[in-house]
């Protein structure tokens, strides 16, 4: 009679360790359900982010395009080499070069040479 005791006793308490561990899975279940919803709502936001900046930059490198190339180089001058790359890249040739032809010359240089780095790494692989 002990025995059947001792078992049920050990069975109750397999059972509740059973329920304890169906009931943790559901909650770390909800848990990664809820972190992929966050990770989706994240993407989401930065896909966004990333839509307004490229419309900022071709804007402003629209604006750019519009000034006369000895005014635009001026401000160019004053930027970061891969920054002024950045809107070079998205203003025609024509526009480019002529304010490229108006910047000084050592930041013109600079500037040359971060345009011919982008996407090196993509012409690398291709060959």
Same mark, same amino acid.
């Given at each position: 009679?002990?025995?059947?005791?001792?078992?049920?006793?050990?069975?109750?308490?397999?059972?509740?360790?059973?329920?304890?561990?169906?009931?943790?899975?559901?909650?770390?279940?909800?848990?990664?359900?809820?972190?992929?919803?966050? @990770?989706?709502? /994240?993407?989401?936001?930065?896909? &966004?982010?990333? $839509? !307004?900046? %490229?419309?900022? *930059?071709?804007?402003?490198?629209?604006?750019?395009?519009?000034?006369?190339?000895?005014?635009?180089?001026?401000?160019?001058?004053?930027?970061?080499?891969?920054?002024?790359?950045?809107?070079?890249?998205?203003?025609?040739?024509? @526009?480019?070069? /002529?304010?490229?032809?108006?910047? &000084?010359?050592? $930041? !013109?240089? %600079?500037?040359? *040479?971060?345009?011919?780095?982008?996407?090196?790494?993509?012409?690398?692989?291709?060959?």
């Amino acid at each position: 009679m002990a025995d059947q005791k001792q078992m049920e006793t050990q069975y109750e308490a397999l059972t509740n360790q059973e329920l304890e561990l169906q009931a943790r899975k559901q909650e770390l279940d909800q848990r990664a359900a809820d972190l992929d919803a966050i @990770q989706q709502a /994240l993407a989401a936001r930065w896909e &966004e982010m990333q $839509k !307004a900046s %490229e419309d900022d *930059l071709t804007h402003l490198a629209r604006m750019y395009g519009t000034m006369k190339p000895d005014q635009a180089a001026a401000i160019f001058n004053q930027m970061d080499p891969d920054f002024a790359g950045s809107f070079l890249r998205l203003m025609r040739s024509e @526009q480019a070069g /002529l304010i490229l032809a108006s910047m &000084e010359t050592r $930041k !013109a240089y %600079e500037v040359s *040479l971060k345009l011919a780095e982008l996407n090196k790494d993509i012409r690398e692989e291709a060959n």
